[in-house]
């Protein structure tokens, strides 16, 4: 299994932005599509935004995630990023990034995430 360091969570006020990155080691996030995953209090995971391997194909959980998220990998870097723009209180949770669960497994361990807090 790889290995991921999830980063850039925060407090932010609403409607605020933060930057996430997942740094992956001990394999290549160019094998898989990946996807960024959140966890808000007494709910479900849920996923956010998925990508292909190639950055080709990208979908959104929701009409509001799309026009406020922007997933992005850096192949070279071995990183994928979640730039997160007009946060809502609705967007606190805990977040994850992890193979696309739509391939059939998890090809990383699930580290401890980066919680993210935003304030009304």
């Known amino acids: 299994q790889g290995q991921l360091d999830v980063s850039g969570g925060g407090l932010v006020q609403a409607g605020g932005s933060l930057r996430l990155s997942c740094a992956a080691s001990?394999?290549?996030?160019?094998?898989?599509?990946m996807a960024w995953y959140r966890q808000a209090p007494g709910k479900e995971c849920e996923i956010v935004a998925s990508?292909?391997?190639?950055?080709?194909?990208?979908?959104y959980a929701t009409y509001s995630v799309k026009h406020r998220f922007t997933i992005i990998r850096d192949n070279d870097k071995n990183t994928l990023y979640l730039q997160m723009n007009s946060l809502e209180p609705e967007d606190t949770a805990m977040y994850y990034c992890?193979?696309?669960?739509?391939?059939?497994?998890?090809?990383?361990?699930w580290g401890p995430g980066t919680q993210v807090t935003v304030s009304s």
């Open positions: 990508i292909s391997w190639s950055g080709a194909n990208i979908n």
């Open positions: 992890n193979s696309d669960q739509h391939s059939g497994a998890y090809y990383f361990d």
């Open positions: 001990g394999r290549n996030i160019s094998d898989y599509n």
